[in-house]
């Protein structure tokens, strides 16, 4: 595969995530004892001798995707069947017991949950294993390797079976979602981990949550999630004092259309955090913007940096398109992308590492922005076109 080719399919997947990622969700009641701070999309609440979490659906408020009963192993007693039927839960949701010893990933994007929790060991399958940054994920743990079990949009229904996994966690891109539907029909347990359709960047690393649920780990998760919360509202406090704020645009021209993220998507929030001067920052939808090249120059010719660009060199990017140069942010040198934590094969750490520590992506827009706020800081995920 070449660098190329890996720019376009990562560039695709990002475009994609940023154009559905504005799926919104109404709290319910159970959001009240959740615990949650920012997170819409689940709730967790005590039942006693189990914990009840509810996964909404990303695509109509309010409704119920899955209703999941986690069954504490130690609480289920001897392994005989009869007593392990001993612990009723209600028939409105899958029951699960945890701590989850086996798991099945269509997503790179739980990777940096599971690592966060050293939770890594549990996994025996992951969907396009070429695309995953952490590579530790792959080395041989208790007598076993994890299996590719195909393609992330496509999964192998057949290959996951093969895994035995006490439960399957994938990502819901459309409301009628096959794949998951035939995870359902052969009698797999489903957990939907939709953390990409938060718009909030806390409110996605929040879904930390529900993985620590899923591992009897949530006094850890929530720990963790504390800890992110505190550097996050540091920096942002930081950026108040900036008087004159740095303008900035984001994206490429992609077969004729530059998708530019709107004011309430995930990194529409990262540039206003950050203190950044975005065109479309007043913009309160919850999805990319579509514009044409034309459009993109006459609002952002003039802008300071630009970030999340596709490329690994300038004149990479003056060879996808000769009108990238006529930006000043290209003719001063002010080009970033996020490819410094990256493999060969386009695993990139920005989707895995970057969804547990929205704090590291909003500190390197500040040190691009206005360097002299975060000075003994290094950039994590981004780095300097050359």
């Not at 190329?4 to 940023?18: A, H, N």
């Not at 960047?201 to 949550?209: G, Q, S, V, Y």
Request: glycine share 8%; proline share 4%.
């Amino acid at each position: 595969m070449t660098r190329g080719s890996i720019w376009k399919i990562t560039l695709v997947v990002f475009c994609g995530l940023m154009m559905m990622a504005g799926c919104q969700r109404k709290s319910t009641s159970e959001s009240a004892i959740s615990g949650n701070q920012f997170a819409k999309g689940f709730t967790i609440s005590d039942g006693g001798k189990w914990t009840k979490l509810v996964v909404f659906s990303p695509w109509q408020s309010g409704q119920i995707l899955q209703t999941y009963y986690l069954v504490r192993r130690e609480n289920v007693g001897a392994l005989d069947e009869d007593i392990r039927r001993g612990v009723d839960v209600p028939k409105d949701g899958i029951r699960l017991e945890v701590p989850i010893q086996r798991i099945s990933l269509t997503s790179s994007t739980h990777i940096g949950f599971l690592k966060a929790l050293n939770c890594l060991e549990s996994v025996y399958g992951i969907c396009s294993p070429e695309i995953v940054y952490n590579q530790e994920l792959f080395e041989p743990k208790d007598g076993h390797k994890v299996s590719n079990t195909g393609d992330a949009m496509t999964p192998n229904v057949e290959l996951i079976v093969r895994t035995s996994p006490d439960v399957v966690m994938v990502s819901t891109y459309a409301q009628g979602d096959a794949a998951t539907a035939k995870l359902n029909s052969v009698g797999l347990p489903v957990l939907y981990n939709n953390e990409w359709t938060e718009n909030d960047p806390l409110a996605r690393a929040e879904w930390i949550r529900v993985v620590g649920a899923l591992y009897d780990k949530l006094p850890q998760a929530d720990s963790i999630f504390a800890e992110v919360v505190q550097s996050y509202e540091a920096l942002k406090i930081q950026t108040e004092q900036v008087k004159k704020k740095r303008t900035i645009m984001s994206g490429n021209n992609f077969r004729g259309t530059w998708y530019m993220p709107a004011g309430q998507t995930f990194m529409g929030q990262l540039f206003k955090d950050a203190g950044a001067d975005y065109a479309f920052q007043n913009d309160t939808s919850h999805f990319s913007i579509p514009l044409g090249i034309e459009s993109v120059i006459h609002t952002f010719r003039d802008a300071d940096v630009w970030v999340g660009c596709p490329a690994k060199s300038l004149a990479e990017l003056k060879q996808l398109d000769e009108k990238h140069t006529w930006f000043k942010s290209y003719q001063n040198g002010e080009v970033y992308n996020f490819a410094k934590r990256t493999t060969s094969t386009g695993g990139n750490d920005f989707w895995e590492l970057g969804v547990v520590r929205p704090d590291y992506i909003l500190q390197d827009l500040i040190k691009i922005l206005y360097p002299e706020l975060v000075e003994d800081k290094e950039f994590v995920f981004s780095e300097q076109v050359k």
